[in-house]
């Protein structure tokens, strides 16, 4: 079976620092992956999502970056946070393009405070 | 984790009845739709979904009902438990060409009274 591992799980940062989550997927290849971020009391709104290794697609401009070294290896990344980057970062993943599934399955998420 | 729904619009129930949660969507052309289920300081859990050749689906205590019409997506809840307690997003595939990506809503938090 599938699973997706997100970590940390909470990370308290100062402005000004870096960032760095990791998420990884296991038990499915060639997945689509994708980060989310919710800031309290709202819905969930696409940062970044990637068809493949290397290729990334950015939803909104951002102090946010991604990337894709690995088949199931997805990154999320600052090199200077701000106070608004602060929220709940969600990573996911949904079957490759061989078929009309677009479900998406998600991590158990990371708060990110930032201070 | 960060608690969320702070700002949500709340459903109130009683346990034991039924809930309806409703979302409307903007665009006619998106094709495929999905309900989840969202704890405080977890990340969502799938529901049900359904394609917009279908009207009603149907799984375990839950049904999804597709109004294409007036852009109307609902999930309805039978016998309502305190385990329900969460917040529920709808999501669309918007660009039926661009299958990568579901946009969500904001959210409705359901409360139910024991």
């Known amino acids: 079976s599938q699973t997706i591992h997100q970590w940390p799980a909470t990370l308290v940062q100062p402005v000004g620092s870096p960032l760095s989550l990791e998420c990884t997927v296991e038990?499915?290849?060639?997945?689509?992956l994708y980060w989310y971020r919710q800031a309290a009391g709202r819905g969930l709104q696409l940062l970044f999502y990637s068809i493949g290794i290397g290729q990334i697609s950015s939803e909104v401009p951002q102090n946010l970056s991604a990337s894709r070294p690995q088949d199931r290896q997805f990154i999320l990344s600052s090199k200077k946070l701000l106070l608004s980057d602060s929220g709940f970062y969600l990573c996911?993943?949904?079957?490759?393009?061989?078929?009309?599934?677009?479900?998406?399955?998600f991590g158990s998420g990371t708060q990110l405070s930032v201070l | 984790g960060e608690s969320v729904g702070l700002h949500l619009p709340t459903l109130s129930v009683q346990e034991g009845d039924n809930s309806i949660i409703n979302c409307a969507y903007s665009?006619?052309?998106?094709?495929?739709f999905i309900w989840y289920k969202q704890e405080s300081g977890k990340g969502p859990q799938f529901i049900i979904d359904i394609r917009s050749n279908m009207d009603k689906r149907q799984g375990q205590r839950v049904t999804v009902l597709l109004n294409k019409t007036v852009k109307h997506l609902s999930l309805q809840i039978a016998a309502t438990q305190p385990g329900d307690s969460a917040v529920y997003f709808c999501a669309e595939n918007e660009d039926p060409d661009s299958s990568y990506k579901l946009i969500f809503g904001s959210g409705t938090r359901l409360l139910v009274r024991p």
């Open positions: 665009n006619s052309a998106s094709d495929y």
């Open positions: 996911a993943w949904s079957a490759g393009l061989t078929g009309f599934n677009e479900k998406l399955f």
């Open positions: 038990g499915t290849s060639n997945p689509n």
